[in-house]
């Protein structure tokens, strides 16, 4: 996740080990409580890139996802990926939701504070 304040611009990337990255993109302000992401099939700027057996067969055409940031501190997110199933007519949605709580503080890497 990035976030640049200047533009708003946001940018989540996420990469799948059986062989998928995508790049998602949107725009929030400071003080917003939501906000979207797209990313879609061919796009250089917010793109999705399969492996050649996922390409064929299963392919990703676009992943949209809203982020909302809740009043008790949690963070909930709800995203559908379109996808194009070799020998079906209609896309396939796969579709995800989950709220987030925080559990605590992080905790710094010790052996990033070291001193050289």
Known sequence: WLWEPATGN?????????GQIAMATGKAS?????????AKRG???????????LE???????WHMKV????????????DTHIKVRGQRKLFHHTDR????????????????KKK
Do not use: C, M
């Open 10 to 18: 946001i940018l989540h990337t996420l990469a799948i080990p059986r």
């Open 30 to 38: 400071p003080d917003a409580t939501s906000f979207e992401l797209v």
């Open 43 to 53: 796009e250089l700027s917010n793109g999705i890139i399969s492996n050649p057996f």
């Open 56 to 62: 064929h067969a299963f392919t990703t055409v676009a």
């Open 68 to 79: 909302t940031i809740n009043a008790d501190g949690t963070w909930s997110y709800d995203q």
């Open 98 to 113: 989950n709220t987030l709580t925080k559990i605590g503080e992080p905790t710094p890497n010790a052996l990033a504070s």
